[in-house]
């Protein structure tokens, strides 16, 4: 089965520096997501990446999220300034025939 | 436009059934069903789509009712795996659209 692999798993960080969470789609998809869901929480839309950019976005990604493509199959999703409310889990998702394939998430901890 | 989910929590023991309902204030495209473990990704269950058609794994059933926008997950002889959280997401328009999700319910099955 396709993978989408997010790295890296767990990454904690002081309030107010930078973070680049990374995810690595399945390959030849143009379509992907980015979503987080904070602990015990629901799963939360945050912006849809299509063909090199953004599709789509929620009022959660606001100017302190970005999303890059650096190469050909690496994404990213860039945090300038983390506050202590960023803490949660960050999953990128590659929508396949049906449904999503999740990646297995990078654990942001604001501290 | 969150769609709503009920019951928020359900302790089962084996071998007993669950009904997990999900509804949307909204005219739906599709509504796709998520389980979730403790500490990892979601992971696709089904796919219910405007007009009757679904897709998912075989010992999974759910159904829509597309004039309620009304969905139900269906577990039957629940198994200790089936523990973890169900979300519901939705999508009012078909194609590459972001998903908005439930707040979840927690299943629990017990021996």
């Known amino acids: 089965e396709p993978e989408v692999t997010q790295t890296p798993s767990h990454q904690v960080t002081q309030m107010g520096q930078e973070v680049i969470l990374r995810c690595v789609p399945i390959s030849n998809h143009l379509y992907f997501y980015w979503y987080r869901q904070i602990l015990g929480q629901k799963v939360e839309f945050l912006v849809s990446f299509y063909n090199n950019e953004i599709s789509e976005k929620s009022e959660i990604f606001d100017d302190q999220f970005s999303v890059e493509r650096p190469d050909g199959s690496n994404f990213t999703l860039k945090i300038r300034s983390t506050k202590l409310e960023d803490s949660a889990m960050y999953f990128c998702a590659s929508p396949t025939g049906f449904g999503y394939t999740f990646g297995s998430g990078t654990r942001l901890t604001v501290v | 436009q969150q769609p709503v989910q009920s019951p928020q929590a359900v302790i089962l023991r084996e071998g007993e059934d669950a009904v997990i309902n999900c509804s949307s204030s909204k005219a739906l495209y599709s509504v796709h069903w998520y389980r979730q473990k403790h500490g990892e990704a979601p992971v696709f269950l089904m796919i219910?789509?405007?007009?009757?058609e679904q897709k998912g794994h075989e010992k999974i059933s759910a159904s829509f009712n597309e004039k309620k926008q009304q969905s139900s997950l269906y577990l039957t002889a629940s198994q200790l795996s089936y523990s973890g959280t169900y979300f519901c997401g939705t999508a009012q328009v078909s194609g590459n659209t972001p998903l908005v999700f439930g707040k979840g319910t927690r299943l629990s099955v017990i021996a």
């Open positions: 219910l789509l405007k007009g009757g």
